[in-house]
């Protein structure tokens, strides 16, 4: 019996192959350090129509599949809206509205006239086809800048307008669908922009505003928190939906946008449970998109597609940025790079699968819509995935590679090691909350960080002084949880070291990777005090040092991972006491 009961549904393994292509895609893309959306659709595309191991829609069902996408999209929104800070953007505002709008409209006009001339479809197919086309996306331009790091005010304009277009383009395709569904002339159907725009920021504006009374005033104890974000924004969604159709898009991303500002509750709070089911329903949506392609169907359009994501990428964005960007004061090189960076993501993908459903539904079908949706995002997160760094490199927007380290500690002898390594020409950054620590940073020179390690001015110091990693130097068991639940939001937990707890100490957790090999906390205060830090090549290391960094000279600082470092190598160690022979009785 056991046999025919696991072959009456093979729903839960979908769901354990969806799931793990998800997040083993995402991990993979990290580790090759490229986009993960590219491996995401492409297994998608494999577990689905090339080797037919997966069949969502006939699976999950139609009606549950394709509201649910719609939602996932809604919740992806609130969590990239969550990192929108009015405040971090000084410069490039305008532009941002111009890219929304203006900008948005050249796009969807370019579009449709170039989908017009290459596809046999009618005026309003090749018109949704190129609003579709408008909405870009955080999924996949957020992952780019993090890998090709431009400075601001570029990387702020092109992630505002990733996650603002989005439910700009879709509200765009809404109408444009309803007008090729019910003939709508054009004044309906601005007027219905406006309204689906209006209603879904007032709905997300509300329920934001209600969740804040509710956290600021205590109503949600702690371990409720999290779901109570979650659900506040699937209410968002939905009330939205009510309203106008598809407004819950502009309604997640207004919730996420006015909580991102607000001062009543600290944002930790807000963002990292966000962050995490966002990465699972980001692989989930591209593992589940991908198996819907129609293998056949992608072939067959792609010459022509790949003509018009030559214009969207040739002509539509650069005639785009250039039109956004006059009068606006911006460099030439960062309107350079801003033309080279639209690549479209998961929101167009799921809008054209639903619309193509509805279209089928109402008996105008455009079949076309899909593949070349699907084309344009496989080949544009290709071509930018791999052209983004070059490109930035190029205009020189990019912001240096980070090697820095930041020592963290409230002990006096970690402005020691601190100016030991700047002393090497290695970007260093003291962390502390003691006034006594920071004044001695100051008075040698070093950079100290003087603000509260919650405060989002420690990101914005990690990444302006070009830090990679961190090292915890404390047995204070508060101020280590404390920094450390800071630090590896922004630099990542492998990049987080601290120096071993000593033996006795039982309740002291480690936090991060070990650093100094076995050299206990204890031990370390010891001969910070008593021998000090010592810069010199291996052969000329006094007797007894322990090795504690190699600089190969490049502006970096590695770990002794444990290898005995070549003759020649120079070495940043701290050496034993040295005891004066002449004051010891004799023999």
Do not use: C
């Not at 280590?480 to 707890?501: D, I, M």
């Amino acid at each position: 019996m056991i046999p025919v009961l696991a072959s009456e549904s093979q729903l839960p393994l979908t769901i354990a192959i969806i799931l793990t292509l998800g997040v083993g895609g995402q991990w993979l893309a990290n580790r090759l350090r490229i986009p993960g959306v590219l491996l995401l659709l492409t297994s998608g595309i494999l577990v689905g129509p090339v080797f037919d191991i997966i069949h969502p829609e006939e699976e999950f069902g139609a009606d549950v599949l394709f509201p649910v996408v719609s939602l996932a999209v809604g919740l992806l929104l609130y969590e990239g809206g969550l990192g929108l800070k009015i405040d971090r953007l000084t410069d490039g505002r305008s532009v941002i509205l111009r890219l929304v709008t203006v900008g948005a409209f050249v796009t969807w006009l370019i579009g449709w006239g170039t989908a017009q001339l290459l596809f046999d479809v009618s005026t309003s197919g090749a018109a949704l086809i190129g609003a579709v086309l408008v909405v870009s996306g955080p999924t996949v331009v957020i992952p780019l800048l993090h890998l090709s790091r431009p400075r601001e005010p570029t990387g702020s304009i092109l992630r505002w307008e990733g996650i603002v277009i989005d439910p700009v383009g879709a509200t765009l395709a809404i109408v444009v669908l309803d007008a090729t569904l019910n003939d709508s002339d054009p004044a309906e159907a601005a007027l219905q922009i406006g309204i689906t725009l209006g209603a879904g920021a007032l709905a997300g504006a509300i329920v934001a505003g209600l969740a804040l009374v509710a956290l600021h005033r205590h109503w949600i104890p702690d371990h409720l928190l999290n779901p109570a974000m979650l659900a506040a924004a699937i209410v968002a969604f939905a009330s939205a939906n009510l309203i106008a159709a598809e407004a819950g898009l502009m309604a997640t991303t207004m919730l996420g946008l006015v909580l991102a500002n607000q001062h009543l509750v600290p944002n930790q709070e807000l963002t990292a449970f966000s962050e995490d089911v966002g990465y699972l329903i980001l692989g989930t949506l591209f593992i589940v998109l991908g198996a819907l392609v129609d293998l056949d169907e992608l072939i067959a359009v792609m010459p022509e597609a790949l003509i018009l994501i030559a214009v969207l990428v040739l002509i539509a964005r650069p005639f785009a940025v250039w039109i956004s960007t006059i009068g606006s004061g911006l460099a030439r090189n960062d309107r350079q790079f801003l033309a080279w960076m639209a690549p479209r993501g998961i929101v167009a993908a799921s809008v054209a699968t639903v619309f193509s459903r509805s279209l089928a539904e109402a008996g105008q079908e455009l079949p076309e819509l899909v593949p070349i949706v699907f084309a344009t995002v496989i080949v544009t997160v290709a071509l930018y995935g791999l052209t983004a760094t070059p490109v930035a490199r190029k205009t020189r927007v990019a912001k240096t590679e980070p090697n820095g380290i930041a020592i963290v500690s409230n002990r006096r002898f970690a402005v020691d090691l601190a100016d030991q390594l700047a002393s090497a020409e290695v970007p260093v950054l003291v962390v502390s909350t003691s006034t006594e620590v920071q004044r001695a940073a100051f008075s040698r020179g070093l950079l100290a960080y003087d603000r509260p390690i919650d405060s989002h001015d420690l990101d914005l110091t990690l990444d302006g002084v070009g830090i990679k990693k961190a090292i915890l130097l404390t047995d204070d068991e508060n101020f280590a949880s404390h920094a450390a639940h800071h630090l590896t939001e922004h630099l990542g937990r492998a990049n987080l070291y601290q120096v071993q707890p000593d033996e006795d100490d039982d309740d002291f957790e480690m936090r991060g990777r070990r650093a100094f090999g076995e050299l206990a906390f204890r031990q370390l205060t010891t001969l910070a005090r008593g021998g000090g830090f010592v810069t010199a090549t291996v052969d000329e290391l006094p007797e007894g040092a322990v090795p504690l960094f190699r600089l190969p000279g490049d502006h970096t600082a590695l770990m002794i991972d444990g290898a005995a470092p070549g003759e020649g190598t120079v070495i940043a160690a701290i050496r034993e006491p040295v005891v004066d022979r002449r004051s010891q009785p004799a023999d």
